[in-house]
Protein backbone atom coordinates (compact mmCIF):
# COMPACT_ATOMS: atom_id res chain seq x y z
CA UNK A 1 0.00 0.00 0.00
CA UNK A 2 0.96 3.75 -0.74
CA UNK A 3 1.04 6.35 1.22
CA UNK A 4 -1.12 8.01 -0.90
CA UNK A 5 -4.72 9.39 -0.84
CA UNK A 6 -7.20 7.85 -3.76
CA UNK A 7 -9.94 9.71 -4.54
CA UNK A 8 -12.83 7.78 -6.59
CA UNK A 9 -15.04 9.80 -8.82
CA UNK A 10 -17.41 8.65 -11.38
CA UNK A 11 -15.48 11.20 -13.97
CA UNK A 12 -12.65 13.09 -14.47
CA UNK A 13 -12.71 15.95 -17.03
CA UNK A 14 -9.49 17.79 -15.48
CA UNK A 15 -7.64 15.87 -12.84
CA UNK A 16 -6.39 20.04 -12.01
CA UNK A 17 -10.25 20.31 -10.20
CA UNK A 18 -8.82 18.06 -7.73
CA UNK A 19 -5.66 19.95 -6.93
CA UNK A 20 -6.98 21.13 -3.33
CA UNK A 21 -7.53 18.16 -2.37
CA UNK A 22 -4.08 17.14 -3.73
CA UNK A 23 -2.49 19.76 -1.87
CA UNK A 24 -4.61 19.29 1.60
CA UNK A 25 -3.24 15.83 1.56
CA UNK A 26 0.46 16.82 0.78
CA UNK A 27 -0.12 19.04 3.78
CA UNK A 28 -1.45 16.47 5.95
CA UNK A 29 2.07 14.19 4.86
CA UNK A 30 0.68 11.94 2.13
CA UNK A 31 3.16 11.56 -0.17
CA UNK A 32 0.72 12.11 -3.47
CA UNK A 33 -2.91 11.53 -4.32
CA UNK A 34 -4.31 9.66 -6.86
CA UNK A 35 -7.74 10.46 -8.82
CA UNK A 36 -9.51 7.65 -10.56
CA UNK A 37 -12.75 5.70 -11.57
CA UNK A 38 -13.71 2.78 -10.27
CA UNK A 39 -13.11 1.19 -14.21
CA UNK A 40 -9.41 1.97 -13.61
CA UNK A 41 -9.13 -0.18 -10.65
CA UNK A 42 -7.85 -4.02 -11.60
CA UNK A 43 -8.82 -6.14 -8.92
CA UNK A 44 -6.94 -8.79 -9.86
CA UNK A 45 -3.75 -7.07 -9.66
CA UNK A 46 -4.74 -4.68 -6.89
CA UNK A 47 -3.46 -1.25 -8.96
CA UNK A 48 -4.98 1.28 -10.02
CA UNK A 49 -4.55 3.50 -13.05
CA UNK A 50 -5.45 7.56 -12.49
CA UNK A 51 -3.99 10.69 -12.28
CA UNK A 52 -1.07 11.09 -9.88
CA UNK A 53 -0.25 14.31 -8.15
CA UNK A 54 3.51 14.44 -6.96
CA UNK A 55 5.94 17.39 -6.67
CA UNK A 56 3.28 19.84 -8.01
CA UNK A 57 2.05 18.24 -11.28
CA UNK A 58 -0.38 15.51 -12.65
CA UNK A 59 0.68 12.55 -14.29
CA UNK A 60 -1.00 9.45 -15.68
CA UNK A 61 0.20 6.23 -14.03
CA UNK A 62 -0.39 3.23 -12.50
CA UNK A 63 -0.09 2.50 -8.44
CA UNK A 64 -0.28 -0.11 -5.69
CA UNK A 65 -3.90 0.55 -3.93
CA UNK A 66 -3.67 3.62 -1.61
CA UNK A 67 -3.89 4.17 2.24
CA UNK A 68 -6.62 5.38 2.52
CA UNK A 69 -9.67 6.23 -0.23
CA UNK A 70 -12.40 9.05 -0.49
CA UNK A 71 -15.38 7.84 -2.57
CA UNK A 72 -16.64 11.39 -4.39
CA UNK A 73 -18.41 9.83 -6.85
CA UNK A 74 -21.83 9.99 -8.13
CA UNK A 75 -22.11 6.77 -10.53
CA UNK A 76 -24.73 5.74 -13.59
CA UNK A 77 -26.71 2.68 -13.44
CA UNK A 78 -23.73 1.89 -16.33
CA UNK A 79 -20.60 1.83 -13.24
CA UNK A 80 -22.69 1.48 -10.68
CA UNK A 81 -22.16 -2.68 -10.08
CA UNK A 82 -18.19 -1.77 -10.89
CA UNK A 83 -18.15 1.01 -7.81
CA UNK A 84 -19.81 -1.61 -5.52
CA UNK A 85 -17.16 -4.08 -6.23
CA UNK A 86 -14.57 -1.66 -5.84
CA UNK A 87 -16.08 0.11 -2.47
CA UNK A 88 -16.33 -3.80 -0.84
CA UNK A 89 -13.07 -4.53 -1.77
CA UNK A 90 -11.21 -5.79 1.61
CA UNK A 91 -8.00 -4.68 0.56
CA UNK A 92 -9.17 -0.98 -0.47
CA UNK A 93 -10.12 0.90 3.09
CA UNK A 94 -12.71 3.96 2.26
CA UNK A 95 -13.24 6.50 4.72
CA UNK A 96 -16.06 8.40 3.09
CA UNK A 97 -18.91 7.63 0.37
CA UNK A 98 -20.79 9.65 -2.07
CA UNK A 99 -24.38 9.95 -0.70
CA UNK A 100 -25.84 9.34 -3.98
CA UNK A 101 -27.90 11.63 -7.07
CA UNK A 102 -30.29 14.00 -5.87
CA UNK A 103 -33.27 12.08 -6.31
CA UNK A 104 -31.77 9.09 -4.24
CA UNK A 105 -31.46 12.20 -1.28
CA UNK A 106 -35.11 13.25 -1.23
CA UNK A 107 -36.59 10.20 -1.10
CA UNK A 108 -34.39 8.94 1.85
CA UNK A 109 -35.14 12.42 3.27
CA UNK A 110 -38.62 12.80 2.90
CA UNK A 111 -39.18 9.04 5.02
CA UNK A 112 -38.16 11.35 8.21
CA UNK A 113 -41.42 12.82 10.12
CA UNK A 114 -39.21 15.36 11.33
CA UNK A 115 -37.46 16.72 8.31
CA UNK A 116 -40.29 15.82 5.79
CA UNK A 117 -42.22 19.71 7.18
CA UNK A 118 -39.08 21.80 5.97
CA UNK A 119 -38.32 19.80 2.47
CA UNK A 120 -39.41 21.89 -0.36
CA UNK A 121 -41.73 19.62 -2.66
CA UNK A 122 -39.41 18.09 -5.67
CA UNK A 123 -40.44 16.61 -8.55
CA UNK A 124 -37.81 14.50 -11.13
CA UNK A 125 -37.32 15.55 -14.63
CA UNK A 126 -37.79 12.80 -16.58
CA UNK A 127 -37.04 14.53 -20.33
CA UNK A 128 -34.91 17.20 -21.31
CA UNK A 129 -36.42 20.30 -22.44
CA UNK A 130 -35.53 23.65 -24.02
CA UNK A 131 -34.88 26.34 -21.64
CA UNK A 132 -37.20 28.66 -23.22
CA UNK A 133 -40.02 26.24 -22.72
CA UNK A 134 -39.79 27.06 -18.71
Not at 19 to 48: C, D, K
Not at 75 to 92: F, H, I, M
Not at 112 to 126: A, N
Request: net charge positive; with cysteine; hydrophobic share 35%.
Amino acid sequence: MNNILGIMTHRIHHPRSFERHARTALAENFSGVIVYTPQEVNLTTRQIHGYVFQNGAWSRQRTAYPKINLDLGFYPESSLRKASLVKNNKQLCFTAYGLGNKCKIQSHLVRSSFLEPYLLPTKQVKQHRNSSNF
